[in-house]
C-alpha cells in the first residue's frame, strides 16, 4: 500500500536561511512520482517540484529543491533563501505508475513558519 | 492561462439536504480530480476522470456522493443527503495526460460546513 510520511507538524525558519522538509514515502513499484505542494491560507494548493523515480539528477525548480534519496525512499523538499511569503502548509504526494493506477496519495503536512 | 475554477468559494447547509459543487478545470487538461482535504489533513482522492470515464471512484461514498463530467470538461460533485462529518474543503484539480505523472493544478477549492 502507498503511504507518504511527513514527520514534522511545523517548522520554523528565519528569513533568508535555508530549511529542510522531510518525507518518506512506501512503495513496492519500481515506477513513481514524487510531488510537492505549497498551501497557503487561501487553501489553493500550489504545484512546486516534481521528482521521477528514475530521475537521476535531484530536481531543482528556483528557491526549491529537492532531495531525492532511492534507497533510503525519502523525498525531502529543500527551500533556500526563506522569504515571509514561503509561509504555509506543505505537502508531499506520490503517484505509483502502472500497478498503483496512477492514484496520488498526500502526506498530512508540514506547517512552516518563516520568521522575520 | 486560467486556473481550475471552482464554485461556490463557500457553502453552509443542514444536514440532509443536498450540495453540488462545480469545477471548470483548466483548458486541454483532461485528467480531473476531486479531493476532500479535512482539517489539518493532506487531500484524499474521491474521483479521477480521464475524458469523461471515471477511473477511480474506489474512494467514493457512493451512497450519498456522485460525481458526473459531461462532455469530458466541466464536472459536478453532489452530496445528498449531507451529514456532519461531510464539513470540509473539496478541491478540484485537473493535469494534462502524457506521462501519467504530469502534476495536478488546484483550484482554490470549496469550503462546506454542514450544520
Known amino acids: 500500500a502507498q503511504k507518504i510520511t511527513q514527520t514534522q507538524p511545523g517548522m520554523f525558519v528565519q528569513e533568508k536561511e535555508a530549511v529542510t522538509l522531510d518525507c518518506t514515502y512506501d512503495?513496492?513499484?519500481?515506477?513513481?512520482?514524487l510531488f510537492w505542494y505549497k498551501q497557503p491560507s487561501s487553501g489553493e494548493m500550489i504545484f512546486l517540484i516534481y521528482?521521477?523515480?528514475?530521475?537521476?539528477q535531484n530536481a531543482t525548480e528556483g528557491r526549491y529543491s529537492l532531495n531525492f534519496q532511492k534507497a533510503r525512499k525519502s523525498a525531502n523538499l529543500v527551500i533556500s533563501a526563506s522569504q515571509l511569503g514561503d509561509s504555509a502548509m506543505y505537502f508531499c504526494?506520490?503517484?505509483?505508475?502502472?500497478?498503483?493506477?496512477?492514484?496520488?496519495?498526500f502526506g498530512a503536512g508540514t506547517r512552516l513558519f518563516v520568521k522575520a | 492561462e486560467a486556473g481550475v475554477v471552482q464554485s461556490p468559494r463557500y457553502k453552509i447547509i443542514e444536514k440532509k439536504q443536498p450540495v453540488a459543487f462545480w469545477c471548470n478545470p483548466i483548458?486541454?487538461?483532461?485528467?480531473l480530480y476531486w479531493y476532500r482535504q479535512n482539517l489539518g489533513q493532506g487531500p484524499e482522492l474521491l474521483i479521477r476522470?480521464?475524458?469523461?470515464?471515471?477511473?477511480?471512484d474506489s474512494q467514493l461514498p457512493k451512497d450519498r456522493f456522485s460525481a458526473e463530467r459531461l462532455k469530458g470538461v466541466d464536472s459536478t460533485l453532489k452530496i445528498q443527503p449531507a451529514e456532519l462529518g461531510d464539513s470540509a474543503v473539496y478541491l478540484c484539480?485537473?493535469?494534462?495526460?502524457?506521462?501519467?505523472?504530469?502534476?495536478?493544478?488546484f483550484g482554490q477549492g470549496t469550503r462546506l460546513t454542514v450544520v
Open positions: 521528482q521521477g523515480s528514475y530521475d537521476e
Open positions: 476522470y480521464e475524458n469523461e470515464e471515471a477511473v477511480d
Open positions: 504526494a506520490m503517484r505509483e505508475g502502472g500497478t498503483g493506477g496512477f492514484k496520488t496519495i
Open positions: 483548458s486541454g487538461h483532461n485528467t
Open positions: 484539480a485537473s493535469s494534462p495526460r502524457r506521462t501519467g505523472y504530469e502534476a495536478a493544478f
Open positions: 512503495t513496492s513499484d519500481q515506477s513513481y512520482g
